[in-house]
T-cell receptor, first 112, second 114 residues
Framework: AQSVTQLDSHVSVSEGTPVLLRCNYS??????LFWYVQHPNKGLQLLLKYTSAATLVKGINGFEAEFKKSETSFHLTKPSAHMSDAAEYFCVRMDSSYKLIFGSGTRLLVRP | KAGVTQTPRYLIKTRGQQVTLSCSPI?????VSWYQQTPGQGLQFLFE???????NKGNFPGRFSGRQFSNSRSEMNVSTLELGDSALYLCASSLDSGGYYEQYFGPGTRLTVT
């Protein structure tokens, strides 16, 4: 089945240090991939999307992700974490019928 | 431009009852999708409506249904509520159907079934 796997349920970083949230996908073709963020009591917000143009995708708030076909990965990174980045992050793929398939989520904690 | 609005934001129902949730998309958006979010199952796609027609459906029982009106507003209905239906129900709107258009999510309706 086509799916996404988020490798860490929780990631904790100190403010000002880099962030790495890991995501692997399974697909027989290059899929459309997304990262969404969900702050408490709020809806989901799109951070960035990959649609087979450039393999390095820049998103909002300083986040970026690199599509690596050989590793079937789409990890999310940010050079320097802010307290406001604390939230839950979802790696998402679009299936062949345009439905969004969500990963299980990674909760990012940012320590002062 | 106003975002996606969902009403009510919180709801408590009793097992066996039915419930209707409402979603107003961003002005001009014609596609509305619904998702269920639970701690155990995560985020799961329920269905998508476009131009008053269901375009896509997830793997949920027939107790879950929806509809879309001519102004693109959408409602979802859950009949014969079960405890397991307690969840955050999110709606998302996009300009059009298909994979090329970003989905904008509302804040959700938190349903508690007792």
């Amino acid at each position: 089945a086509q799916s996404v796997t988020q490798l860490d349920s929780h990631v904790s970083v100190s403010e000002g240090t880099p962030v790495l949230l890991r995501c692997n996908y399974s697909s027989s073709y290059s899929p459309s991939l997304f990262w969404y963020v969900q702050h408490p009591n709020k809806g989901l917000q799109l951070l960035l999307k990959y649609t087979s143009a450039a393999t390095l995708v820049k998103g909002i708030n300083g986040f970026e992700a690199e599509f690596k076909k050989s590793e079937t990965s789409f990890h999310l990174t940010k050079p320097s974490a802010h307290m406001s980045d604390a939230a839950e992050y979802f790696c998402v793929r679009m299936d062949s019928s345009y439905k969004l398939i969500f990963g299980s989520g990674t909760r990012l904690l940012v320590r002062p | 431009k106003a975002g996606v609005t969902q009403t009510p934001r919180y709801l408590i129902k009793t097992r066996g009852q039915q419930v209707t949730l409402s979603c107003s998309p961003i002005s001009g958006h014609r596609s509305v999708s619904w998702y269920q979010q639970t701690p155990g199952q995560g985020l799961q796609f329920l269905f998508e409506y476009f131009s008053e027609t269901q375009r896509n459906k997830g793997n949920f029982p027939g107790r879950f249904s929806g509809r879309q009106f001519s102004n693109s507003r959408s409602e979802m209905n859950v009949s014969t509520l079960e405890l397991g239906d307690s969840a955050l129900y999110l709606c998302a709107s996009s300009l059009d159907s298909g994979g090329y258009y970003e989905q904008y999510f509302g804040p959700g309706t938190r349903l508690t079934v007792t």
